[in-house]
């Protein structure tokens, strides 16, 4: 059995989602620098349901390439894509520089539910990890054939790592019977040749401790990087919870109508998010990945919060939610 992988010292990572909006835009722009300059290991960029963030998703994975020297990371779905859509999507990302990717299921687009039939021709994120190993290899060949005109292949065929990364759920993905469904998914997107695995937003780290627990007994031996999210206020609360089906967590959501303004809010949602870092690192070590809402404040308090962040960083307090990010 290969051996699991862990970094010397936790790493941290954050999602970014593509905005929709000028003014989302130019939110995202004033957080980009905090958090670059924070040294993620990655940053992800989520993709819209059925395609729906093709070209701004792009668009933020390019500033970063160009930008930055961080490490870019595309979400990208099953969703509504014929083989060849994707195919050619892999293509494009893989063309534009992008060498990591989170391939995933998928979320239902607008108007559809679980149990409908909006996926395309592939079926399950180990489908889509097959699928970028083939187009990957594909590349590699252009290269040592000196096809011109592919930036991108001289990188993949010198050995640069393609990092594929895929989805893990603590507490079970609402469409499986039980967590060992889940694990054995994970298993078989390892085996598909996923090389690292994110999990889903969780409110206990219990549940996540008891995951990976579980999952390496079972055989998993990919990083499974714990996902966590500073939630900034009772209304985001609910609505994350309605997205995602996880449970929801009473204690914080108590805690947080407890509060009399939105900063006060944020100060329990961050130090929840810490005390919940601080758990699982404590115990695990794989790193946290962070969901930022395209924010850099409570991210960087929670990293703070447990000695991740450099200390000569200058301290900006999480401010109170934006009503146009819940
Ligand atoms: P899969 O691994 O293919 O399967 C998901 C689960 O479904 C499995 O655990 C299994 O229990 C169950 N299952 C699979 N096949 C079957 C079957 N035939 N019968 C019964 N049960 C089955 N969505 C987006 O649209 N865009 C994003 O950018 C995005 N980013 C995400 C980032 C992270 C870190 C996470 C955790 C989720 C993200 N999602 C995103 C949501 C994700 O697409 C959904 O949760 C989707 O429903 C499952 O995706 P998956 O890749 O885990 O799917």
Redesign the pocket.
Known sequence: MSTIVVPERPTFSF?L?PPRTAEAEAGLLASLDPLVAAGPEFI?V????NGSSRTSSLAVLLRLLAETDIRAMA?L???GSSYADATRLIREFLDAGVTSF???????PAGAV?GDDFLGDL????E?VQLIHRVQAEREQFSLNDVPGFPNAKRLASGHKVTIA????PN??????SVE??I???L??QAAGANLA????FFDAEDYLRFVDQARAAGVTLRILP?VMPVLSAQRLRRIVDL?GERLPTDLLRALEKQDSPEAQARVGVAHATELARRVLGEDRAGL?LYTFNRHEAVLEVLRGVGLLDPTMSPSPARSERKDHV
């Open positions: 999602e989602y992800s989520t993709y819209g349901a979400h779905t099953c969703v989170l391939a995933l299921r998928g979320d239902p679980e079926h399950s994120a180990g889509l895929v989805a893990a759920f079970g993905h609402p469409r499986s019977r469904q889940d054995d998914t994970l078989a997107k994110i999990t889903q937003l996902g995602t990945h």
